[in-house]
């Protein structure tokens, strides 16, 4: 069965209609940038589509050059979409694509018309889609494997309107633009259709991928601070376990007495002051964590027992200068190392707990390391610390 370039067109503006609709609407939900950037490019496809039947009634400036001026429009929010999404900054010079398209079709040679601005626009979309392809597959390392389906999408779909520009004045390749016939236009219809069907799947995908990943970060992040709660540092700490590195334990000094006394309000902001610190002076390989309470904990890959007691010295003088000296608010903390491979961090942190009393009990606002680690002990998850 023969579908004509019409329906096609037809079914095509439908398609980039649902698509913005969809997209429109998790935007104002989600407020991702790249998603704005999509649903606007297929908004463009859907204005291309709806003008195109015009030309049939002689209107050149609107059905023809008006309409083929969304399609690298379309393309150029597509590459904007690309960029936000692989989280990569787009050069200034690319928002002059469609602009410099759209000038040269208007002033195409009088006895090749229809073949120059078909050259003009297939070369400017493949340009705008070969390098939206190139963006998302040099950042496919920190996304997902929806990113591999962009990235497909838009090789594919650049390779085809590289073609298409290659066969521009192919005899019969573009027989009436005003008419709205010819084998080119009808492939290109109905690759067209593939490909947004394919870049709406792919961004289904992605849509979803986010959304697990803020759930999981929800889910182990603590709320007034921002560092991983229990859960999320038990999970980050796998490979830690493999790499072999040191624990500290880190507990806030007379925190009983400062929420008695100054109310929790000054506890909590204690706790952040508290975690901004560690995000500032923590090697940006650590791993830090709010336990509970008054209690954190940090995570040094590959770092051994001196190196970590150094590190845990550092952060008690630290935090006592940003605090002013005063007795309220210092640090204790224990540390202690573990070996690479080490199947279970319990009895390390049980270790650091010991250490981290020893230096409650020698007075405060100091680190104390734990003895050396020992091969094996009964299973314990993560005790809370001596409070106070």
């Known amino acids: 069965m023969s579908v004509d370039a019409h329906t096609m067109l037809l079914l095509s503006n439908a398609i980039a209609f ?21 649903a606007l490019g297929f908004l463009c496809i ?4 709806t003008l195109a039947p015009l030309r049939q009634e002689g209107s050149f400036l609107i059905g023809v050059w008006l309409s083929n001026s969304m399609v690298p429009l379309a393309h150029l929010m597509f590459l904007r979409g690309a960029a936000a999404f692989a989280d990569r900054r787009l050069s200034p010079g690319w928002y002059f694509a469609p602009v410099a398209c759209a000038a040269l079709m208007a002033i195409p040679e009088p006895h090749a018309r229809d073949q120059m601005m078909s050259l003009f626009n297939a070369a400017f979309v493949a340009l705008l889609s070969l390098r939206a392809a190139s963006v998302l597959f040099e950042a496919r390392r ?10 497909s999408t838009f090789l594919a779909h650049g390779s085809f309107y590289a073609v298409k520009a290659a066969c521009a004045f192919a005899p019969g390749a573009f027989v009436d633009l005003a008419s709205y016939t010819g084998a080119m236009i009808a492939l290109s219809l109905f ?6 069907v394919a870049l709406a799947m792919s961004i289904s995908g992605a849509l979803r991928r986010r959304r697990e990943e803020r759930v999981n970060r929800l889910a182990q992040s603590d709320p007034l601070t921002g560092l991983l709660n229990r859960r999320g540092f038990e999970a980050r700490s796998v490979d830690v376990q493999a790499q072999g590195g040191a624990l500290l334990v880190i507990d806030v000094d007379n925190f009983k007495t400062i929420n008695d006394c100054f109310g929790h309000q ?3 902001r204690l706790l952040v002051a508290l975690s901004e610190f560690l995000r500032d002076s923590l090697p940006a390989s650590a791993i830090a964590a ?4 008054d209690e954190f904990a ?3 890959p590959r770092v051994d027992a001196a190196g970590g007691l150094r590190v845990a010295e550092g952060l008690c003088s630290g935090f006592a200068l940003r605090q002013g000296g005063d007795a309220c608010g210092t640090l204790s903390i224990g540390s202690v190392s573990f070996s690479a ?6 009895f390390a942190h049980l270790e650091a707990d010991r250490a981290l009393y020893d230096a409650k009990s020698k007075g405060r606002n100091r680190a104390c390391p734990a003895p050396k680690p020992q091969e094996s002990a009964p299973p314990l998850r993560f005790p809370r610390a001596i409070a106070g």
């Open 341 to 346: 491979g080490t199947s279970d961090l319990s």
């Open 142 to 151: 920190t996304t997902g494997s929806e990113t591999r389906m962009l990235v």
């Open 298 to 300: 940090v995570l040094l």
């Open 191 to 196: 690759e067209g259709i593939l490909v947004e």
């Open 290 to 293: 709010r336990l509970g309470g």
């Open 46 to 49: 859907v204005v291309g589509c």
């Open 18 to 38: 649902v698509a913005a609709a969809f997209l429109l609407i998790e935007w104002r939900s989600l407020r991702e940038g790249f998603l704005l950037s999509f």
């Open 266 to 268: 000054e506890g909590d």
